[in-house]
């Protein structure tokens, strides 16, 4: 039963602290995060998981019935429309992707065995994990092409393939990939999830991809994105996760609330954007007059206001339907909030930025670094226009073929008009 934050002082209480911390603890580091090496990031990380972790918020995202001590996707929504509003502030508070995907994905398909030894170590953030289903010469728009192979040799599996775009794998201590393992079988059960630990043989990081986001692959403080070759990779038998043929289950699994904690955060970062623009509005002078006055601007922020207010509304009815319902009976109402989202995101940004003009355009402030990042939503978890099929296969299930339209039932439809006219008549006396 997901938390009823509507009504729960305790849990506002947190989501109080949440906003606080996020804006007086982790924000004003942003200046100079990138003048952070790795070691000096994690001694500064430290003491601000702890703060957060004293406040019973670590790794909330992993929900009690499954072993975490997470509320539900309702409430968590709630606070990822705080936490959005850093691009760090996942990572504090240890529901950063992919990490928190896995530990959904191992906490439904693992073994004992296999929580003990990558599960729990994750989510007490003594490991990283990534998750790799991407390949480089396939769309990634249809996993059912993925070539990636693991035959079962004895007691071990030999995996074969390449996959990139894989974030955090080359600084993950265990890869979880989607693999080929019964290429015989019905297209949705000829994949699995298999373990890879890092340092097995055969396994090569080739490459940290740069790109829009992260054009500089040196960065190494918040994730990467590697291009992984898997060569004759040996790995034990039980390292499988889930069911063998069963990982395109296993994935909805985990990329389902995934999709959601993305459009939330993508909110909370659109909202931050929202306040640089209506920030700089009152601070602003031209051509005799403040820009609040200027009609284009008023129409920036109203246009910004509505979105934005729409985007929350139909991500919080999503988070809800999948407390009440599941993941697989919201994925219309997820696919609904990732495309819109994304789109709300760009837009605002791309608003904002015009308003700052230069210096938006400049490095000066953050809305640059966010306009490159909100490039990447409409593509990650699955481009937006796979989610859109989703929503309209969903929705004509509910209508059903007329057929005869219209030449046979416009003369039966007048007619049946007129009775009914008729008939109020004659109840009118």
Same mark, same amino acid.
């Given at each position: 039963?997901?938390?009823?934050?509507?009504?729960?002082?305790?849990?506002?209480?947190?989501?109080?602290?949440?906003?606080?911390?996020?804006?007086?603890?982790? $924000?004003?580091?942003?200046?100079?995060?990138?003048?952070?090496?790795?070691?000096?990031?994690?001694?500064?990380?430290?003491?601000?998981?702890?703060?957060?972790?004293?406040?019973?918020?670590?790794?909330?995202?992993?929900?009690?019935?499954?072993?975490?001590?997470?509320?539900?996707?309702?409430?968590?929504?709630?606070?990822?429309?705080?936490?959005?509003?850093?691009?760090?502030?996942?990572? #504090?508070?240890?529901?950063?992707?992919?990490?928190?995907?896995?530990?959904?994905?191992?906490?439904? %398909?693992?073994?004992?065995?296999?929580?003990?030894?990558?599960?729990?170590?994750?989510?007490?953030?003594?490991?990283?994990?990534?998750?790799?289903?991407?390949?480089?010469?396939?769309?990634?728009?249809?996993?059912?092409?993925?070539?990636?192979?693991? &035959?079962?040799?004895?007691?071990?599996?030999?995996?074969?393939?390449?996959?990139?775009?894989?974030?955090?794998?080359?600084?993950?201590?265990?890869?979880?990939?989607?693999?080929?393992?019964?290429?015989?079988?019905?297209?949705?059960?000829?994949?699995?999830?298999?373990?890879?630990?890092?340092?097995?043989?055969?396994?090569? $990081?080739?490459?940290?991809?740069?790109?829009?986001?992260?054009?500089?692959?040196?960065?190494?403080?918040? %994730?990467?994105?590697?291009? &992984?070759?898997?060569?004759?990779?040996?790995?034990?038998?039980?390292?499988?996760?889930? !069911?063998?043929?069963?990982?395109? #289950?296993?994935?909805?699994?985990?990329?389902?609330?995934?999709?959601?904690?993305?459009?939330?955060?993508?909110?909370?970062?659109?909202?931050?954007?929202?306040?640089?623009?209506?920030?700089?509005?009152?601070?602003?002078?031209?051509?005799?007059?403040?820009?609040?006055?200027?009609?284009?601007?008023?129409?920036?922020?109203?246009?910004?206001?509505?979105?934005?207010?729409?985007?929350?509304?139909?991500?919080?009815?999503?988070?809800?339907?999948?407390?009440?319902?599941?993941?697989?009976?919201?994925?219309?109402? #997820?696919?609904?909030?990732?495309?819109?989202?994304?789109? &709300?995101?760009?837009?605002?940004?791309?608003?904002?930025?015009?308003?700052?003009?230069?210096?938006?355009?400049?490095?000066?402030?953050?809305?640059?670094?966010?306009?490159?990042?909100?490039?990447?939503?409409?593509?990650?978890?699955?481009?937006?226009?796979?989610?859109?099929?989703?929503?309209?296969?969903?929705?004509?299930?509910?209508?059903?073929?007329?057929?005869?339209?219209?030449?046979?039932? $416009?003369?039966?439809?007048? !007619?049946?008009?007129?009775?009914?006219?008729?008939?109020?008549?004659?109840?009118?006396?």
């Amino acid at each position: 039963m997901a938390w009823d934050f509507e009504t729960d002082p305790a849990f506002q209480e947190k989501l109080d602290w949440v906003r606080a911390f996020v804006e007086e603890e982790l $924000i004003p580091l942003e200046p100079i995060i990138g003048d952070f090496t790795p070691q000096q990031w994690r001694e500064v990380q430290e003491p601000l998981k702890q703060q957060v972790k004293d406040q019973g918020l670590w790794a909330c995202h992993l929900e009690k019935e499954l072993g975490g001590q997470g509320f539900g996707q309702l409430p968590l929504a709630q606070m990822n429309l705080i936490t959005g509003r850093c691009p760090f502030a996942q990572e #504090i508070f240890g529901n950063m992707a992919p990490d928190s995907g896995n530990s959904e994905l191992l906490a439904e %398909g693992g073994t004992h065995e296999q929580k003990e030894k990558w599960l729990w170590p994750n989510l007490r953030g003594e490991l990283r994990s990534a998750f790799a289903i991407t390949e480089p010469f396939v769309a990634s728009t249809d996993p059912t092409q993925i070539t990636t192979s693991a &035959v079962l040799d004895g007691d071990e599996w030999v995996i074969n393939g390449r996959k990139w775009m894989i974030t955090n794998a080359s600084i993950a201590d265990f890869i979880i990939f989607m693999v080929v393992t019964d290429p015989e079988e019905v297209v949705y059960k000829r994949c699995s999830m298999i373990v890879v630990e890092k340092g097995t043989p055969g396994m090569e $990081i080739l490459r940290d991809i740069p790109t829009m986001h992260h054009p500089h692959t040196e960065y190494g403080l918040i %994730g990467n994105h590697a291009e &992984v070759l898997l060569n004759d990779v040996r790995v034990p038998r039980d390292n499988l996760v889930g !069911e063998r043929g069963g990982g395109f #289950i296993l994935s909805q699994v985990r990329l389902g609330p995934g999709r959601i904690h993305h459009a939330t955060r993508w909110l909370a970062e659109a909202e931050r954007a929202f306040d640089m623009l209506c920030e700089r509005t009152k601070s602003r002078t031209s051509f005799g007059k403040g820009y609040e006055k200027h009609q284009m601007i008023q129409e920036y922020i109203a246009d910004s206001r509505m979105e934005l207010e729409m985007a929350r509304l139909l991500t919080l009815r999503a988070a809800w339907k999948m407390d009440r319902d599941g993941h697989h009976a919201a994925r219309a109402d #997820i696919a609904m909030v990732k495309v819109n989202n994304a789109t &709300v995101l760009y837009n605002v940004i791309d608003r904002a930025l015009q308003v700052h003009g230069s210096l938006g355009y400049s490095c000066d402030m953050p809305l640059e670094l966010m306009y490159r990042s909100a490039r990447m939503a409409p593509l990650v978890d699955g481009a937006n226009e796979v989610h859109k099929v989703t929503i309209a296969k969903e929705e004509l299930k509910r209508y059903a073929a007329v057929d005869g339209w219209p030449s046979e039932h $416009i003369p039966t439809r007048r !007619e049946a008009a007129r009775q009914r006219f008729a008939h109020l008549l004659e109840a009118r006396g």
